[in-house]
């Protein structure tokens, strides 16, 4: 079997109950580097104060954001001379109703958490040499209410918290550091029979699934209801060119691996790819998802539990460098139409759709 690389962050089963806000009314983040410059990205270390100056507690959802301090995940976006420099941790898909206490931060009102970071193996310094980077933390936060309050997918809210950015000059020694993995776990691949036939199916369906988003595309066009939901006035090539990447993926230099080797799974982590080798490793709440074909027998399209739309998710990252803008269905029609396009979610919801359309 061949397989591909997965590069995500997918929450599943969860749409936002609000239209996306633009600012975090009462939450500001201040970066402070531990030096402004440094003769080694060894020394790239940044401490990172989460203010709530609101009148409530809020509760944060960490991934993908500067919160979290724990997992090798994007907190930054690093540019240098306005050039982005490459983010090579990991990123990982996530189940919200699968989540615990972990995969959140509740500040108090008036409260101030602090959280510490160290950057040398995240990103591509090598490649952008010595020089001056920008730091920009990321705060698209989701808030999932307040710290008194049930955790409800359905009424979560995003919105993006004001924050400095911050510049660091780096003299020397760039080579790229290695992630660490745990120790004992250095295989990547899955030997556990049942668990290695789970991915291999929900590998197959992702091809299914991207070969019936281009027929339908092709025969439907692009005034169709459901591409035009989410894919707006995008052109019907830039689309299916994605698809049929994934459709036709054949790489052997990519492995799966259902073992947790580098200790992420957790706090409601279904997967997760390490980008720089873009090996990807399935959690156990991957094994929970159902078959595809459920989708013609009571499973709906906004659960987000169809193992190979998330795998299709994944590997639209590893072909097509899609992104991860947003997560649900409903959010991610609500894009414009260039975020529809680099969003990865688009794809899974569009193409499972689709499937539940036309193929039951």
């Not at 705060?139 to 995003?158: H, I, L, N, Q, W």
């Amino acid at each position: 079997m061949f397989w591909s690389s997965l590069a995500c962050l997918s929450l599943i089963a969860t749409s936002y109950a609000s239209p996306l806000s633009r600012r975090a009314e009462g939450i500001s983040v201040e970066i402070v580097p531990a030096a402004a410059s440094v003769s080694s990205i060894a020394d790239l270390k940044f401490t990172a104060n989460i203010k709530n100056t609101g009148l409530e507690a809020v509760r944060i959802l960490n991934y993908g954001t500067i919160l979290d301090s724990k997992l090798p995940t994007k907190s930054f976006v690093v540019t240098k001379d306005g050039a982005a420099v490459a983010f090579t941790g990991v990123k990982v898909s996530v189940s919200l109703t699968d989540a615990d206490d972990s995969a959140y931060t509740v500040i108090n009102a008036g409260e101030t958490v602090s959280v510490t970071h160290e950057v040398a193996a995240l990103y591509d310094f090598a490649n952008a040499g010595a020089g001056t980077f920008s730091f920009e933390p990321i705060t698209d936060f989701v808030f999932a209410g307040t710290a008194v309050e049930a955790v409800s997918p359905a009424t979560f809210s995003k919105a993006q918290a004001v924050s400095n950015v911050v510049q660091v000059e780096i003299t020397g020694d760039l080579k790229k550091r290695e992630l660490k993995a745990l120790e004992g776990r250095a295989r990547n691949i899955c030997t556990n029979t049942s668990r290695a036939s789970f991915i291999t199916s929900s590998y197959n369906e992702a091809k299914t699934l991207a070969n019936r988003g281009i027929s339908y595309i092709s025969s439907r066009g692009t005034s169709d209801s459901v591409y035009r939901a989410y894919w707006g006035a995008n052109t019907a090539s830039r689309i299916t060119a994605v698809l049929q990447a994934v459709a036709s993926e054949n790489s052997s230099s990519r492995t799966l691996s259902c073992v947790d080797s580098y200790g992420v799974c957790t706090g409601g982590v279904i997967a997760y790819t390490v980008v720089a080798s873009t090996n990807i490793y399935y959690c156990s709440i991957f094994f929970n998802e159902v078959a595809t074909s459920n989708l013609c027998s009571g499973t709906t399209v906004a659960s987000r539990n169809v193992r190979g739309g998330t795998t299709l998710h994944e590997l639209t990252h590893a072909v097509a460098n899609t992104d991860d803008v947003t997560y649900g269905c409903a959010a991610d029609q609500r894009l414009s139409d260039a975020n529809k396009y680099r969003n990865a979610d688009n794809y899974n919801c569009f193409t499972t759709q689709v499937y539940q359309n036309t193929g039951c």
